[in-house]
């Protein structure tokens, strides 16, 4: 027989109260919150922290919903009282830029939730076991391939490497259609990162975003073309998306052809920062692992996945002015 002491209290709740935010800190948040609650309200935020020009005139805001001018600058008043905008009055119009204080903030926001609220809107049944079961078995024979193939590293380490590959990317995947072609191409990415010499070969660049959806597959890709093979340029982010951003893909295509099908978002990697020369993040409030040797640097460009194809476009060209200064520090002067 087994006996339960009444004294003893295994499921005992403890008190969490010391790890929750403070009561002032919550409520100062909640009516933050509250103020973003309105699309129109974040449209106008995305637009202003996406504006090339580092703001955005009320005029330009105004075109964004079918509502009166009293509305529009409701809320933009809004945003103003919970100190999220700035303003100045030049001639006849208002121009609003994100406070400085809240940049970084603002930023955060937008770039973790926009991609996800976008990739529910297109988000996959769960798998069936059948088809993860055929999944799993293709990804230990291309481990044991991709091993072989690197016999410099430790075999568990290369077939560990691989099938880590390949659990980030089903993550994020929407079809499975080509997940094993992608986890190859991933992970021999990958180890290669492992095995390379810093020392030795091209200048390597590796772009980081968030969503690895649009700026840092642009910037990549405009590296690549301009620098002719003579720098390496490669992309990754943070919480990568499901698929590269539609504007942004059509972009790609006029860069890289039909090359630009095989672009998709990677998960951000130890080992690519390592094997890169220059870290560049986007301007999106990423944080690199901090690797002796490498240097980092921080573009702050609009995101495509919030701009219109005009911006869209206009970001494209700012980067493309950000590659070719980039391209130069890199390369040797010819005399």
Known sequence: MIEVSLDSKPNECSPTS??????????????????????????????????????????????????????????LKVLKDTGLLVSQRRGTWVWYQIAPSRRGAVTALLDAFAPSAIAEQHSAAPLPAATLRDLDNRVSR????????????????????????????????????????????????????????????VPQVLFV????????????????????????????????????????????????????ARRFPKPLTDDAVRAADVVI????????????????QDWAVG???????QGVEAISADIATRVHDLIDSLLPTES
């Open 142 to 201: 291309l481990a044991d391939e991709l091993a072989d193939e690197f016999p410099q590293l430790n075999r568990q380490l290369a077939l560990a490497t691989v099938r880590e590959s390949y659990a980030a990317l089903v993550r994020s995947a929407k079809i499975t259609t080509h997940l094993i072609p992608l986890t190859e191409r991933f992970a021999r990415q990958r180890l290669a990162d492992l095995t390379r010499d810093r020392s030795a070969g």
């Open 303 to 309: 995101d495509p996945a919030l701009a219109s194809p």
């Open 209 to 260: 975003c968030v969503a690895n959806a649009g700026r840092s597959q642009l910037a990549a890709a405009l590296t690549n073309k301009l620098a002719g093979g003579r720098v390496v340029a490669r992309s990754a982010g943070s919480s990568p998306a499901a698929d590269v951003h539609p504007l942004v893909r059509s972009l790609l295509t006029q860069i890289e052809g039909d090359a630009a």
């Open 18 to 75: 010391a790890n929750a935010i403070d009561l002032g800190v919550a409520t100062s948040l909640a009516h933050l919150l509250k103020a973003l609650a309105d699309p129109l309200r974040l449209r106008m935020l995305s637009a202003i922290a996406a504006d090339q020009r580092g703001e955005s005139c009320v005029c330009d805001l105004a075109n964004l919903a079918e509502v009166a001018q009293p509305t529009v600058s409701h809320h």
């Open 281 to 296: 993040t986007m301007g999106c409030g990423d944080v690199c692992p901090i690797i002796p040797g490498v240097r980092y």
